[in-house]
């Protein structure tokens, strides 16, 4: 695993929904997690900028695809997101260790699974959690969530960065 940078880096947590949305458009070609992971390369977010992909939603993200074949649904299976400013983050006893404390937290002690996870990486590592899945509200007080469903046909998951844009604290 490539280290997490610290400080003066926006960091970004991917859930499995954000994930999968990168490669699924509306019937006029738009996504909003593809428009937000394009805007990085833009340049429209301020730099500098780190994505973090939970291990469990890589593999959460390739079971989507399978069901989608078996659908008959077509879509690559094929999925360059790791980069230069991205890791594959690991799901192990040491994240455990480290989220102990947030377990029966107010709204993370709400959530299951692999929202829990999400969730906890977002705190660790003050970090947005980039999402389609409306449960993050009970955590919304605790974590950055972008709610990507706020942006099913435009960006407005900008006007979360525009004050950064234009060099205010709005990060």
């Known amino acids: 695993m490539k280290p997490v940078p610290k400080g003066e880096v926006t960091r970004f947590v991917w859930d499995t929904s954000a994930l999968l949305n990168i490669k699924e458009p509306n019937p006029q070609g738009y996504s ?27 593999f959460e993200l390739q079971a989507s695809i399978s069901r989608l074949h078996r659908e008959g649904r077509k879509m690559l299976r094929d999925f360059y997101i790791v980069s230069e400013n991205s890791t594959v983050y690991p799901i192990d006893q040491k994240l455990i260790y ?14 299951r699974g692999s929202d829990l996870i999400f969730a906890c990486i977002a705190k660790l590592e003050d970090a947005y959690l980039v999402t389609l899945d409306k449960g ?8 950055r969530v972008v709610d990507l469903n706020e942006s099913r046909d435009s960006p407005k ?3 979360l960065f525009r004050g950064a844009k234009q060099g205010t604290d709005a990060l």
């Open 32 to 58: 909003p997690g593809h428009s937000l992971y394009k805007d990085f390369s833009d340049g429209w977010l301020p730099g500098p900028y780190f994505n973090i992909y939970p291990s469990i939603a890589v």
């Open 98 to 111: 480290r989220c102990e404390k947030l377990f029966d937290a107010p709204g993370f002690a709400s959530l």
């Open 136 to 143: 993050f509200s009970v955590v919304a007080s605790e974590i």
């Open 157 to 159: 998951y900008r006007d």
